[in-house]
T-cell receptor
């Protein structure tokens, strides 16, 4: 079984540019989560999809962040325009449901310069 | 204040030592996860606990719901165990996780 796949693994962009991160969950996992870890801090929740619907987006920091999951398969997280404080590692996780384990992707390391 | 506190933040051990990493949380939870992150790598889920104790190889995880505390033990530690170990809890309400800041473990040969 393929795991959760994220790409790119690394991205370096200039302030003001746009970056799109992608997450491919495990096939059949309806629940998909985005998290991020900024330097020196704990991992923080961004949002949760159930299939194509946003179940909880309370962790999204501001309207520069846009997440989509069209068709309920892969998800994208777009940052536009990127700011320096957006630098960090963005993780995606998927799960079959609340009582099941979660599988994390390897993360995308975003550096905004 | 973070809902999840881990200790120690950094830990250096000699190969073969018994290691304990602690996690305390301040909210009611439905599940607790121990995660492992290797340098430059992704996150691997080691255990999901809602009560009692689980063992996998040299790793043992325990949780005391009443005391809101969990421990991760590594027996006969090895340099390949060097990683950041993260405690994450899922609240009774909602689906999201709250994460500790992690414990950076270095096992020296």
């Amino acid at each position: 079984e393929a795991g959760v796949t994220q790409f790119p693994s690394h991205s370096v962009i200039e302030k003001g540019q746009t970056v799109t991160l992608r997450c491919d969950p495990i096939s059949g996992h309806d629940n998909l989560y985005w998290y991020r870890r900024v330097m020196g801090k704990e991992i923080k929740f961004l949002l949760h999809f159930v299939k194509e619907s946003k179940q909880d987006e309370s962790g999204m920091p501001n309207n520069r962040f846009l997440a989509e999951r069209t068709g309920g398969t892969y998800s994208t997280l777009k940052v536009q325009p990127a700011e320096l404080e957006d630098s960090g590692v963005y993780f995606c996780a998927s799960s079959q449901g609340l009582n099941y384990g979660y599988t994390f992707g390897s993360g995308t390391r975003l550096t905004v310069v | 204040k973070n809902e999840v506190e881990q200790s120690p933040q950094n830990l250096t051990a000699q190969e073969g030592e018994f290691i304990t990493i602690n996690c305390s949380y301040s909210v009611g939870i439905s599940a607790l996860h121990w995660l492992q992150q290797h340098p430059g790598g992704g996150i691997v889920s080691l255990f999901m606990l809602s009560s009692g104790k689980k063992k996998h190889g040299r790793l043992i995880a325990t949780i005391n719901i009443q005391e809101k505390h969990s421990s991760l033990h590594i027996t006969a530690s090895h340099p390949r165990d060097s990683a950041v170990y993260i405690c994450a809890v899922r609240l009774h309400a909602g689906n999201q996780f709250y994460f500790g800041t992690g414990t950076s473990l270095t096992v020296i040969p």
